[in-house]
T-cell receptor
Framework: AQSVTQLDSQVPVFEEAPVELRCNYS??????LFWYVQYPNQGLQLLLK??????LVKGINGFEAEFNKSQTSFHLRKPSVHISDTAEYFC????????????FGAGTTVTVRA | DTGVSQDPRHKITKRGQNVTFRCDPI?????LYWYRQTLGQGPEFLTY????????KSRLLSDRFSAERPKGSFSTLEIQRTEQGDSAMYLC????????????FGEGSRLTVL
């Protein structure tokens, strides 16, 4: 079975500063990895995904993530955050072919301050 | 594409009552998922359907919970004899086969059991 651990539950950051959200996964098979964002009172929205190929994945709103197989990590980064990036961020993993459900981490709350 | 819609968005009920939630997936999507999210936690998988077939159920899904997708389109999630511990956000998501992995989420149905 696969699982993810998000290492930070809350990340306060100042506007225009960089941010990194850490995610580690465990799986005995090849994995597909995702980052979702949940703005207040809204559903989850996909930021980016890693399926195969380049380990650096670019997503929406200026976010990117790097897949590191040796460290079993998929950390999310943004070089300069905006107030509107205040939200909860979830890392998720799906196992290989035949397993179509996502397993989510507990989430990281990002609060951007002016 | 009108997205995944869920109804009702909010439900307040008394302990012991039955409640039913409805999910309408994106029209061409043949996989439909139910997740539960409690405060401060990531979404937890409950069950999923491929067309009308329920392919997997989590151990979280007690016998008071039942989900159906009778014609392979909309789905219902019923909770019988609700308990205070059932208070949560119930999320529905859909996806298309072949699956790139991305789930498209609705905005959720929030249940409060008094």
């Amino acid at each position: 079975a696969q699982s993810v651990t998000q290492l930070d539950s809350q990340v306060p950051v100042f506007e225009e500063a960089p941010v990194e959200l850490r995610c580690n996964y465990s799986s005995s098979v090849s994995v597909y990895l995702f980052w979702y964002v949940q703005y207040p009172n809204q559903g989850l929205q996909l930021l980016l995904k890693y399926l195969s190929g380049s380990t650096l994945v670019k997503g929406i709103n200026g976010f990117e993530a790097e897949f590191n197989k040796s460290q079993t990590s998929f950390h999310l980064r943004k070089p300069s955050v905006h107030i509107s990036d205040t939200a909860e961020y979830f890392c998720a993993v799906r196992g290989g072919d035949g397993d179509y459900k996502l397993s989510f981490g507990a989430g990281t709350t990002v609060t951007v301050r002016a | 594409d009108t997205g995944v819609s869920q109804d009702p968005r909010h439900k307040i009920t008394k302990r012991g009552q039955n409640v039913t939630f409805r999910c309408d997936p994106i029209s061409e999507h043949n996989r439909l998922y139910w997740y539960r999210q409690t405060l401060g936690q990531g979404p937890e998988f409950l069950t999923y359907f491929q067309n009308e077939a329920q392919l997997e159920k989590s151990r979280l899904l007690s016998d008071r919970f039942s989900a159906e997708r009778p014609k392979g389109s909309f789905s219902t999630l019923e909770i019988q004899r609700t308990e205070q511990g059932d208070s949560a956000m119930y999320l529905c998501a859909s996806s298309l086969i072949p699956v790139t992995g991305e789930l498209f989420f609705g905005e959720g149905s929030r249940l409060t059991v008094l």
